[in-house]
């Protein structure tokens, strides 16, 4: 999954929540979109509780995949079968194919874009980069549950409120 996200210009995150709620991956606004890898024999999510979309490796395969029949009559949840020499594996292709919309004739052109296989300095230092970014991020976020500062808050004494109902108060003008 790392290596099809790295060829097609995408980031990846290892992300390790048990079972997945939609509190838990609240906490991660940046990510768009989750894959989940766990037991085959797992349930789907209903994806109208979370944030962003949790989708199989499979999805994410047939997405991202040239190589992978867009067009498929069966649904792998196992992922152990979408490894190499299993027997629903199929080759990453390391040319991307991308659309783009030509700016003087408004159609759209299909280019195809060759991944290197060898990172300059230049890549690594940007990626360690992206990833210190997003760790920083967490950081500066507060993770303190409700702080209850017994004795440092002076106690007062209870004040009578409104009398009535909102929509008239006893203590408003007619």
């Known amino acids: ?52 979309p949790i989708v199989y490796p499979f999805e994410l ?15 792998i949840t196992d992922y152990d079968e979408l490894l190499p020499g299993k027997r629903h594996y199929c080759e990453v292709s390391h040319i991307k194919e991308t659309t783009d919309v030509s700016l003087i004739t408004g159609n759209i ?25 997003i760790g920083s991020n967490l950081q500066s976020r507060s993770w303190t549950g409700l702080e209850q500062k017994l004795g440092e808050t002076e106690v007062t004494k209870a004040e009578e409120g409104r009398k009535g109902i909102p929509l008239q108060y006893s203590n408003e003008p007619e």
Not at 20 to 43: G, T
Not at 109 to 133: C, D, F, P, Y
């Open 61 to 75: 395969e047939v997405a991202l995949n040239s190589n992978r029949e867009p067009y498929y009559n069966y649904h």
């Open 109 to 133: 052109r299909e280019t195809k874009i060759q991944s290197e296989e060898h990172v300059g300095m230049e890549l690594v230092e940007k990626q360690n980069w992206a990833l210190e970014s």
């Open 1 to 52: 999954m790392k290596q099809l996200c790295k060829v097609n210009g995408k980031k990846s995150y290892i992300i390790s929540v048990g079972k997945p709620n939609v509190a838990k991956l609240a906490n991660f606004p940046e990510i768009d979109i989750y894959v989940m890898i766990a037991c085959p024999e797992n349930d789907l999510y209903s994806n109208r509780d979370f944030y962003r």
